[in-house]
Nanobody, 121 residues
Framework: QVQLVESGGGLVQPGGSLTLSCAAS????????MGWYRQAPGKQREFVAV???????AYADSVKGRFTTFRDNAENTVYLQMHSLKPEDTAVYYC???????????????WGRGTQVTVSS
């Protein structure tokens, strides 16, 4: 009923920048929080950033001051702007959204398929 599609991943050198985007589509009545998680090889998926519908944000300590998340509610899209990238930021980045599907009273968590970010020289 709801699809999340990430884009913008790729290969970047240490110290570089990259911006990810995630567009939600389908039977959407309202999107509450949207956010980003990442999973590096051999590690568990970890929280990166979240943004509430009203715009409040929170970040993992490891990315504070380097990453910024923002959203376009009219387009149901969330972005993750990443600066000063480090090799340890290498991971598959997943978009997450807490969505109230049209015609239902409850919210459901949805995930994208992920986009690879590789930081290497």
């Amino acid at each position: 009923q709801v699809q999340l599609v990430e884009s913008g991943g790729g290969l970047v050198q240490p110290g570089g920048s990259l911006t990810l985007s995630c567009a939600a589509s389908g039977s959407i009545f309202r999107i509450n929080a949207m956010g980003w998680y990442r999973q590096a090889p051999g590690k568990q998926r970890e929280f990166v950033a979240v943004i509430a519908s009203a715009g409040g944000t929170a970040y993992a300590d490891s990315v504070k001051g380097r990453f910024t998340t923002f959203r376009d509610n009219a387009e149901n899209t969330v972005y993750l702007q990443m600066h000063s990238l480090k090799p340890e930021d290498t991971a598959v980045y997943y978009c997450h959204a807490d969505v109230v599907v049209a015609g239902t009273p409850f919210s459901t968590n949805y995930w994208g398929r992920g986009t690879q970010v590789t930081v290497s020289s």
